[in-house]
């Protein structure tokens, strides 16, 4: 029988009650320190990227320092995005750390995988995903956003661009007027962070599980049943 497991990219976050209504107007300012460094953090994702896919290649292993500083990298990114104009999610001025930070109202972690299939890695990050790209190219701007650059994506999620931009500025102008973020707004931005979260974890090549073509709206990570990868690593959640 053909067990399933959750997909390995969790992405969760809270609902802050307490949002100014004309703060979001200025926080493209307030965050350009996070955009300083994140610049030189994405380098050394990068660079960590093609060591990893040589140590996938030759041994079937993430080695686990790059591993845990690829995702302290997404994870700092994704708060940033979640604060600034990816979502409007949170006032609260996002903490200069790869560290998960539990009061945070953002959160992202990803299952590291014991093995990797080494032929996968072949052709995962720019062939496979290229479905994935079309559409989260839509959702975050810049058409299939170079199909083998997936770290192009904070960048242009953190800018507004795409679908998730004119959202997310229709929520700024609701909130502005009634102090208040529609719910089922919300419920839908959220959805399309995860998907592009999803995709940008698999082609950065931590996981072999095909990320599922599924809107999974809300700030909760469902439950989500996928097949596991055909190598048959066994997850360890990262915290």
Do not use: C
């Given at each position: 029988?053909?067990?399933?497991v959750?997909?390995?990219v969790?992405?969760?976050?809270?609902?802050?009650?307490?949002s100014?209504?004309?703060l979001?107007?200025?926080k493209?300012?307030?965050v350009?320190?996070?955009?300083?460094?994140?610049a030189?953090?994405?380098?050394?994702?990068m660079?960590?990227?093609?060591?990893?896919?040589?140590?996938?290649?030759?041994?079937?292993?993430?080695?686990?320092?790059?591993?845990?500083?690829?995702?302290?990298?997404?994870r700092?990114?994704?708060?940033?995005?979640?604060?600034?104009?990816?979502?409007?999610?949170?006032?609260?001025?996002?903490?200069f750390?790869l560290a998960?930070?539990?009061?945070?109202?953002?959160?992202?972690?990803v299952?590291?995988?014991?093995?990797?299939?080494?032929?996968?890695?072949l052709?995962?990050?720019?062939?496979?995903?290229i479905?994935?790209y079309?559409?989260?190219?839509i959702?975050v701007g810049?058409g299939?956003?170079?199909?083998?650059r997936s770290?192009?994506?904070?960048?242009n999620?953190?800018?507004?661009?795409?679908?998730?931009?004119?959202?997310?500025?229709i929520?700024?102008?609701?909130?502005?007027?009634?102090g208040?973020?529609?719910?089922?707004l919300?419920?839908?931005i959220?959805g399309?962070?995860?998907?592009?979260?999803r995709?940008?974890g698999y082609?950065?090549?931590?996981?072999?599980?095909?990320?599922?073509f599924?809107?999974?709206?809300?700030?909760s990570?469902p439950?989500?049943?996928?097949?596991?990868?055909?190598?048959?690593?066994?997850?360890e959640?990262?915290?």
């Amino acid at each position: 029988m053909t067990t399933s497991v959750a997909y390995p990219v969790h992405v969760n976050a809270a609902t802050d009650p307490r949002s100014s209504r004309w703060l979001w107007l200025v926080k493209w300012i307030l965050v350009i320190p996070h955009f300083v460094v994140l610049a030189f953090l994405w380098l050394g994702f990068m660079v960590v990227s093609v060591v990893a896919f040589f140590g996938i290649l030759f041994t079937g292993r993430y080695p686990r320092a790059l591993f845990n500083y690829n995702v302290g990298v997404m994870r700092w990114s994704w708060r940033v995005t979640y604060y600034a104009y990816g979502a409007l999610g949170t006032d609260q001025y996002p903490p200069f750390t790869l560290a998960e930070v539990e009061d945070y109202p953002a959160h992202l972690s990803v299952d590291y995988p014991e093995r990797l299939s080494r032929g996968l890695v072949l052709v995962k990050w720019w062939l496979l995903a290229i479905p994935h790209y079309i559409i989260v190219g839509i959702f975050v701007g810049g058409g299939a956003w170079a199909a083998n650059r997936s770290e192009n994506w904070q960048w242009n999620i953190s800018g507004g661009g795409g679908l998730v931009g004119i959202l997310v500025l229709i929520a700024a102008i609701i909130l502005a007027f009634t102090g208040a973020y529609p719910r089922p707004l919300y419920d839908l931005i959220l959805g399309l962070n995860r998907w592009a979260l999803r995709v940008a974890g698999y082609a950065a090549l931590m996981t072999d599980v095909y990320p599922p073509f599924r809107l999974d709206q809300g700030g909760s990570d469902p439950d989500l049943s996928v097949p596991p990868p055909s190598s048959g690593a066994t997850p360890e959640t990262l915290t």
